[in-house]
């Protein structure tokens, strides 16, 4: 049985980082495409970045420059990096995995098939 575990989200002021995580058991990471959502209040759910099983990384354009996605293969975990964040990142971000899409931006723009998702974790940005 898959569990995408995610953690680290928390209140900051504009300008400030965090580290969220995200620690999967029940499949091995490296053979997924990999990827960080988020939904604000009375928003839809919004692709924030990915990793693929090649190696390929995309981002959101709002989040470029910003969020660096990664992965440790060796304790299979997700992790996405939040520098000089702003109060419109305040959301729900959620870990999520599949290993049927084979296109990252299709993986960011259409999540409506993704296999799997964990419960998420707030952020939020205070101005």
Known sequence: QVHLVESGGD??????????????SGLTISSYYMGWFREAPGKERE??????NDGTITYADSVKGRFTISQDTVKNTLYLQMNDLKPEDTAMYYCAADDLYGDTLYFLQAPA??????QGTQ???AS
């Open 11 to 24: 209140s900051v002021q504009a300008g400030g980082s965090l580290r969220l995580s995200c620690r999967a």
């Open 47 to 52: 692709g924030v970045a990915v990793f693929s």
């Open 113 to 118: 098939k993704i296999q799997h998702w964990g």
């Open 123 to 125: 952020v939020t940005v």
